[in-house]
Every structure is written in C-alpha cells, then in structure tokens.
C-alpha cells in the first residue's frame, strides 16, 4: 500500500591523503592570508604562541571529531551528533549556528578576496569608484559572492583531484614565502629586535587574537562532513583530521615568525606596521624577499580566497538543504533545482546573509562573528562527546579521546573563555551573535519543534504501514450516511487485515467546559454502534470512540496521534458556496495538520452499484495512493478499473508516449488489470467529465492547500468532484505542505499536458 525510498549512497573513493589534502585545504584557506596582518596588530610577536594554543585548543576539539567521525559514517558532522546527544533545541542551534557561521566565514573570505583583487587591480592602474557606504572592497565581495552562488547553483565545485592540485598549490607558495623569510631573517643581524617586547599588549592581546584567527582552524571538521565518501572512515577520518593539524599548525606558527621578524623599519613597531596594511599584510611583507614575491603571495591570496569562498558557500548551502531535509527549516530549503540538481533556494537564502554581512561590518567584526559562532559550535561538539560516549558505549569507534573527560572539558573550558573575551574585542560581533541565536531560539519554539514532531510522527507512521500494521480511523457524524463511509473502510481493511476505529467528535463551544459533552453522548452512540454493527456482519474487527473537544479538527488530530493510526476516512457533502465552504473548514485543517494517508468520500456509495471505477492520472504522489488503495477497491466491488488521462493539444507525441508508458508501469507496479483510456481537450475539466459519464466511482489524488485557497479559489480536482454524477473517493497522501501565494505563483505550471 505504500511505497519507499530506496536508500542512496555515495561511493567512498576518498582516500586518507585525499582527506587529509580535504581539511588542509579548507584550513589554510582565507584565514591566514586575510587575517595575519589584523592579528598581529592585537598581539604583536606573541602572535606566535597564538597559533600555537590556537593550534593546542584545535586538537582538543579535534578529538571530539575524531572519534564521532569514526563511528558515525553519514553525511552531517556536528550538527548530526549534537543532535542526537542534546536537547532538541540544542541540536537546531548547532545546525543554525554552523549555517550562520559558514555563511559569515564565506563574508570574511568575500572581504579577503576584494582586498587583495583591488590590489591588483591598482597594479594596473585601475581604481573602482567608491559608492558612499560601498567600497571598491565591499562591492567586489558582494561580486564574487554572487558569482560563486551562480557557479554553485550550475552545480560546478572544486571537488576531487583539482581540489588536491589547489591545496598543495596553496602549500607550496606558503613554504616558499616560509624559506625566503627565514633565509632573509638570516642575513639580519638583528632580527631578534623585531621581537622585542614579546608581550605589548599583555595576555589580553593574545587571547583577542588567538578568538579572531581562531576561523584558521575550523577547516578540519570539514574531514567529517565528507565521511560518507571516505575509504574505511572508522580508521581513515581520524587519522586525516590529526595529520591536517599536524601540518597546518606548524605552517602557521612560522609565517607568523616570518612574518614579524622581516618587516623593514618602518619607524613604528613590526606588528602596528601590519596590523597597518590589515588584509594585504603578507603582501606587502613578501616584495622584500624576492623580485615577485608580493605578487606570488596575491595570486596565493587569491586562489585561497577563492577556493575558500567557493568550498564554504557549498558547506553552508547544504547545512541550510539539510535543515530543510530535517523539517528545521521550511520545505523550500530542500528544494533541488530540476535542471541543476542543486538546492538553489539554499543557495539564494545563503547568499543574502553572506552579502549583508560583508557590505554592513568591517572585516574584523566579520571575523569575529565568525569566530565566536565556530567557537560555540566546537564546545557543542565536545559536550555531545562526552554525552555519546555515555549514552551509546555500542558504537563501534575507530578512535576514542584519551584521559576522557577531562582532556574534552578543557577544551570546553577553552573555546568558552575565548568566546566570552571576544565580547572585549569586538562588541558588534557579539551583538550580531546573540541576536542571531535568539532569532535561533524563536525561530525553534515556533516552527521547527513542531514541524519536528509532525516529522517524526509520520515516520512513527510509516513504520508501522512497514510492518503492515494498518488502523484506519472512520470519522463519522449526524449528517453522514453511515453505511456509505464504513462501505470504503471494509474494502480496505480487508485487503490490508487492518483494524477500524469509528470516531465520532462532540464539539462544543470555547466557554463550555468539556465535561459538559458527557450529557450528549447518546446520539453518537447509537451512530457507533450502528458502525460496528455492520463492520461486524463483514467480518471486520472494530471498536469506537466518542471524543468530546472544542474544535471538530483537533478531535480527530488527538485520536490519529492517540491511537496510532495511519489511515483517515471521512465523508463529506458537495458543497459549494462561501458559506458551507467556510463550515465545512474542519475537515480542511485536519488534512492541514494530520500525517497520515487520508481518504475523502463525496457522496453516497451503493455496494451493489459499483461496477467501473475511473482513475483520472496525474503522476503526483496523491494519483500514486489511488492507484495503491485501487485493488482493494477492485476486489471488494468485483469492479473493472480505467485510467483516464487528458492530452492538451501542444502535448507532444514523446510526452504522450512517455506518461503511457508511466501509467502501464504503475499498473503493472500493483499488479492489477486497467484499460487505458486517452482523451485529447484543450479543457482538462471537460476531458475527465467527458470520460467520467458512465463512471459508478471517481477515484481520484485530491491534494488540499492551504485555508485561504480552499475558501476563495476552486482547483481542478474541487470542480471534477462537483461536476461529475457519481461519489467521488479523493485520497491524499501526507505531504510538505506550501504557502497560499506559493501555490498561486505555479498555477501556470499545475496543468501542463495531464490531468
């Protein structure tokens, strides 16, 4: 009766040194390039034990990575694992924060990326002009932005082996910056002055930059992100997160030394004179090295900028697709491109925060805000450790954290006490922190959290359709023919050995208490029991419930959840002004809310006069639960069965051969016998009519929009049922639902060539 997903995974073709080149990559990106100049101006040549706890603090948290990353081997990283370990809430605050947080680190790799193409741009002689507020800068951050949004979109990445050929592009030009610096260093007599005072700006100085180049380092988790294309992940995803470290921190450590001790006199100290030059600091301090040597540092510059703006869209693109995916955030994030096959609103939405960001703060808050997010991010990840270790000690880990706790408690203690004195150094990006964590917060408590137990009580559902345990709940009142709704019921749970639950609801009014429905109850149950009378004469087992709420929807709501159902049958009268639509609604919002298969009967139904039942075909996943409930309806009704489909005139003969060739496959699918019947119309309304004239029952996909849409507008499937002669069986199957406007905006789209 139901039909599944097949599983789909990606080949593991990614070695441990393709990892290991993966986190390295992604590390040694923007950050140093961008961020060394701006360091070293809060820290002066302690710059250099920044990196250097930067890199200890790294590790700690690395281990947390390291052995999640072994034992879970799935698509999802931090977000999947404080997921599973916290509070729920916790678990939609890491996903939030890690989309925010890439998608400011894209911002800040933007910014990086417009400071050093001016740079080139002034070599030749060209100078953008500055629009007001708008810098040469900010307005090429906001080009490349949208241009590497665009090449996502297409679907192109750097991926694979021209992903390791950057990297060790990247390498290589920073070992060469390395060597002529320490070679130059050498020859100067009095390098060691450079370094003097090692502290001027005290301990405070080293924890300010140790929290704003802290973004250097994130690049490892990206290791785990990927693990469902990592050879044997259980060994290879922990040795490649510490061997990218093992290579990265040393680098970093020495171009800070470099850096710092071949600044030419300036008449000020080495560290303002960078901190002076902010983005293009290594620039300027590699044309002393070498003829060549500023411009090998940009075209390095710019090739990490680049790779780094492009991996980090494409990260932060699809933390957004899997929030959507896991109904944290609205369907349309989930949404893949027909063409593309990417998640194209994911990338529009990401855009607009990366672009806001590096047009409203300068590049240090940027930096900063990206910080203090990664930051909170990576103690998440190590108290979900901790928490794992303790609540699954089944998994199969390749790597545990050695002298557990306390080594991941420190690291805990450590990214906090960054974090916090961050708040010293840059107010802004703790303001833009804080409210985007709220927004966070309420963006959870009213929409995520319930869209997450909708989600989870359709897979409550599904699983129990996957053990063929069928409960199919009849809704029955006064105004309803009781034979003609339980007559659908039988015919499927006898196909489906499924048990049937008769409901009916007493609403009454918001000032009456509830107990005041236990005086009129009589009624409903002489309903019942005549329900149950003629379940029992056809041998179907049965019990009833009489529920008494304040709202018709939420009775039938609570009774889906209470008893475990996945299968809703109503009745409903044609009914077609303003008014009885409006009072008809009840049933509009159960179908709004509930997550279960659901059937609606329009009219009365005779057993002894169903001999041909009409299918119109439309290929959505509503027609495909009319064609899986059909052989119960066949069988019951000793009924022949015809599938209707309507051509417009423009359809051409491969579409037509195309949906034929679909519907004999479904048929063929349900192992049932069906005529096919075409018809050719420019009015697909007129079409079905034309082939529903000797129908006995239309069985038909009956998809229900939003309230406002069922009040004001009529869709084709309403008209059908209020046109046609004979009753009209609509099912729907549970579905995301779309907004009112969305549904207006793909009018033109919904009757392109079937019915």
């Given amino acids: 009766m139901k039909k599944y997903d097949t599983e789909i995974r990606l080949a593991r073709e990614m070695t441990t040194f393709d990892a290991t080149l993966l986190g390295v990559g992604a590390m040694i990106g923007a950050g140093i390039f961008v961020l060394i100049g701006i360091a070293a101006g809060v820290a002066g040549p302690a710059l250099i034990i920044t990196f250097a706890l930067n890199g200890l603090i790294a590790v700690l948290t ?98 694979g082996k021209i992903g390791n050929l950057v990297t060790i592009a990247k390498i290589i030009i920073l070992v060469i910056f390395i060597g002529f610096g320490l070679e130059l260093m050498l020859h100067q007599g009095d390098w060691q002055t450079t370094f003097s005072p090692f502290f001027p700006h005290g301990a405070g100085g080293v924890f300010k930059a140790m929290g704003l180049t802290f973004i250097a380092f994130q690049g490892f988790e990206v290791i785990t992100q990927s693990s469902e294309e990592i050879k044997n992940p259980r060994k290879s995803i922990p040795r490649a997160v510490f061997f990218s470290l093992i290579i990265v921190i040393p680098i970093y450590i020495l171009i ?35 003829v060549g040597g500023g411009v090998l540092i940009l075209f390095g510059g710019l090739i990490s900028t680049i790779s780094a703006l492009n991996a980090t869209i494409f990260s932060s693109t699809r933390v957004a697709f899997a929030m959507g995916r896991d109904r944290n955030f609205p369907g349309f994030f989930s949404k893949v491109h027909s063409k593309n ?37 990576f103690l998440m990840v190590n108290i979900a ?6 609540l699954r000690p089944d998994l199969d880990r390749g790597y545990k954290a050695p002298i557990f706790p306390y080594l991941s408690i420190v690291g805990i203690l450590s990214l906090l006490f960054l974090a916090i004195y961050m708040f010293d150094y840059s107010l802004s990006a703790w303001i833009v922190t804080i409210i985007w964590v709220a927004l966070g917060l309420v963006v959870y408590r009213f929409y995520a959290s319930r869209r997450e137990i909708e989600h989870e009580r359709k897979i409550a559902t599904l699983e129990r359709i996957q053990k063929k345990d069928f409960t199919i709940l009849v809704c029955l009142s006064e105004s309803e023919n009781v034979e003609s709704v339980t007559d659908i019921a039988f015919a499927i749970a006898r196909k489906h050995n499924a048990t049937i639950i008769f409901l009916h609801v007493i609403e009454l009014g918001e000032d009456k208490k509830l107990q005041v429905g236990l005086q009129a109850t009589s009624r409903g149950k002489a309903l019942l029991e005549e329900a149950q009378n003629f379940a029992e004469v056809a041998g179907v087992p049965s019990k009833a419930i009489i529920k008494i709420s ?34 008809s609604s009840a049933i509009d919002n159960v179908l709004q809310k509930t997550t279960v298969e ?20 439309n290929g959505d996943i509503h027609t495909r639960l009319a064609m899986e409930i059909s052989p119960a309806l066949l069988e019951y009704y000793r009924a022949k069965l015809t599938i209707a489909v309507v051509f417009g005139p423009e359809t051409s003969k491969e579409n037509r051969q195309l949906i034929t060739e679909q519907i004999k496959q479904d048929i063929a699918d349900e192992n049932i016998s069906a005529t096919i019947k075409i018809v050719t119309d420019t009015d697909m309304l007129h079409g079905i009519l034309k082939l529903a004239q000797h129908t006995d029952l239309l069985v038909m996909g009956g998809k229900s929009g939003d309230f406002l849409e069922l009040l004001f507008s009529k869709s084709l499937v309403r008209e059908i049922t209020e046109s046609v002669d004979c009753p ?11 907004s009112f406007l969305h549904s207006i905006f793909n009018t033109k789209n919904s009757n392109g060539g079937k019915a």
């Fill in 728 to 738: 009209v069986l609509w099912l729907k199957e549970y579905e995301e639902r779309e």
């Fill in 256 to 290: 800070a030394f470099v850096a710092i001790g071949t600044v030419p006199s300036q008449g000020m100290a080495p560290w303002d004179y960078l901190a002076l030059q902010k983005e293009t600091a290594l620039v300027d301090v590699a044309r002393n090295f070498f």
């Fill in 385 to 390: 450790m901790i928490k794992l270790r303790k």
């Fill in 62 to 159: 690395a281990m947390s990575y390291a052995e999640l990353g072994s034992c879970y081997h799935t698509t999802g990283g931090g977000y999947l694992w404080v997921k599973e370990a916290l509070p729920k809430w916790a678990g939609f605050l890491s996903g939030w924060m890690s989309w925010s947080a890439h998608a400011v680190a894209c911002s800040l790799y933007a910014l990086g990326f417009g400071a050093y193409f001016e740079l080139v741009l002034s070599e030749f002689s060209l100078v953008l002009p500055h629009w007001g507020f708008f810098s040469p800068q900010k307005i090429l951050a906001a080009s490349v932005s949208i241009l590497f949004a665009y090449i996502n979109f297409r679907g192109a990445s750097e991926t």
């Fill in 341 to 377: 096959l990417t998640p194209h609103w994911s990338i529009i939405s990401t855009l607009f925060l990366v672009v806001l960001m590096a047009i409203s703060l300068p590049i240090e808050d940027v930096a900063s805000a990206a910080d203090i997010m990664f930051l909170l991010l």
């Fill in 598 to 617: 659901v059937a609606i009967l329009h009219r009365d139904i005779h057993h002894d006069r169903i001999s041909k039942i009409l299918i119109p075909y």
């Fill in 550 to 583: 304040h709202r018709i929807s939420t009775g039938i709501v609570d009774t889906v959840l209470e008893e475990e159902c996945n299968f809703l049958l109503l009745g409903r009268n044609q009914k077609t002004n303003f008014t009885s639509r409006f009072f």
